[in-house]
Nanobody, 121 residues
């Protein structure tokens, strides 16, 4: 089991920046990838970004909506993954979730409770 706790969400002005954190606990050595997703009111949850857990693995990947504005990184020593968001827009308003994909799984099976990001105009 992997337990995930997100933090850092708040109200931020249009064009502002925000960093979200996600701390993993439990069987963290089983984690293969960590991802960020978001769900806006009335919309389905969508992929934002993901990063491999191991330091030797490939580069992060991003949704088109996040490219050039968001950056995902991880600190394996702290069991933490971050999502740095710049140039925030009103359409970035959503609940942001982090998720873990463990070894042998092809999908994200562990999810955090989410953190609310609201971009005000």
């Amino acid at each position: 089991q992997v337990h995930l706790v997100e933090s850092g969400g708040r109200v931020v002005q249009h064009g502002g920046s925000l960093r979200l954190s996600c701390v993993a606990s439990g069987v963290t050595n089983s984690i293969d990838r960590m991802g960020w997703f978001r769900q806006a009111p009335g919309k389905e949850r969508e992929f934002v970004a993901e990063v491999a857990w191991s330091w030797w693995s490939s580069s992060p990947t991003y949704a088109d909506s996040a490219k050039g504005r968001f950056a995902v990184s991880r600190d394996s020593a702290k069991n933490t993954v971050y999502l740095l968001m710049d140039s925030l827009k009103s359409e970035d308003t959503a609940i942001y979730y982090c998720a873990a994909q463990t070894t042998g799984q092809s999908a994200y099976v562990f999810w955090g409770q989410g953190t609310q990001v609201t971009v005000s105009s």
